[in-house]
């Protein structure tokens, strides 16, 4: 797991010989929903179209609605959290079921053709996403459950919206910055742009491209103010 350090010296995971084996068996969940999905259509009973449609099914509800269910059971994870606390593995868990979409990001590229379908299924990983979104070629998303997107909001191609940091803090321990993205009504967000987690974009604002925006900023009238 990377972190990201402002100084040469190393930065320290404090995580117990089992909670790095709770790590490792969390990290077999995609493989575990592409298997499923691949047995269901190679195994199912009924027609190869219905088999491909089960497949399909599970492959695009289950990851969100396990998501859902995991945070309804354990809580919702936000803010600063340090490697090792239950939070922490939590929010892993709920990457892990996300990862497969980030392995094929055609996937994704898939439900933008139709338009509306994309921000109906963030909804489900439980984003709030507004009307008339439009998510331009590329546009990568690592927490889907960590957007709050509003009205007639425009991303241009290849941005990256990042709701999770992992960062080294004062003591040289990582702890996970976590936070969703808030886009304003009518805002547009330059191309190649990365958002990280609790990065602010206020309405009717149109920010640069390739800008980079560190964790808890608030991007208005054209300037950068943190949190």
């Given amino acids: 797991m990377p972190a990201a350090s402002s100084d040469n010296e190393p930065a320290v995971v404090d995580l ?12 077999y969940i995609p493989f575990l929903e592409a298997v499923s999905a691949a047995a269901i259509l190679a195994f199912s009973s009924g027609t190869l179209p219905c088999r491909a ?3 399909i099914l599970f492959l695009y509800l289950v990851p969100p609605l396990s998501t859902r269910i995991l ?8 803010g600063r959290i340090p490697a090792g606390e239950r939070a922490f593995f939590v929010w892993w868990a709920s990457l892990q079921l996300q990862i497969v979409f980030c392995r094929f990001p055609g996937l994704e590229e898939g439900l933008r053709l139709l338009p509306g379908v994309y921000s109906v299924w963030l909804r489900l990983w439980g984003s709030r996403i507004g009307r008339l979104t439009y998510w331009s070629p590329g546009t990568a998303v690592l927490d889907r ?4 997107i509003g009205d007639d909001v425009t991303f241009g191609a290849g941005v990256r919206l990042n709701g999770h940091v992992l960062a080294k803090n004062e003591r040289g321990r990582v702890e996970l910055l976590l936070a969703p993205i808030i886009i304003g009504d009518r805002a547009s967000v330059g191309g190649y742009s990365l ?25 208005k009238d054209g300037h950068r103010v943190r949190k």
């Avoid at 117990?16 to 990290?27: E, F, H, I, Y």
């Avoid at 945070?71 to 936000?78: L, S």
């Avoid at 958002?195 to 991007?219: I, M, Q, R, Y």
């Fill in 16 to 27: 117990t010989r089992s909670q790095q084996l709770l790590v490792v068996a969390l990290n």
């Fill in 53 to 55: 449609l089960e497949s």
């Fill in 71 to 78: 945070f309804a059971v354990f809580g919702r994870p936000e």
């Fill in 145 to 148: 459950s960590y957007l709050n």
């Fill in 195 to 219: 958002l990280t987690s609790g990065t602010e974009v206020a309405a009717d604002e149109a920010t640069k491209a390739t800008l980079l925006s560190p964790p808890f900023s608030v991007w």
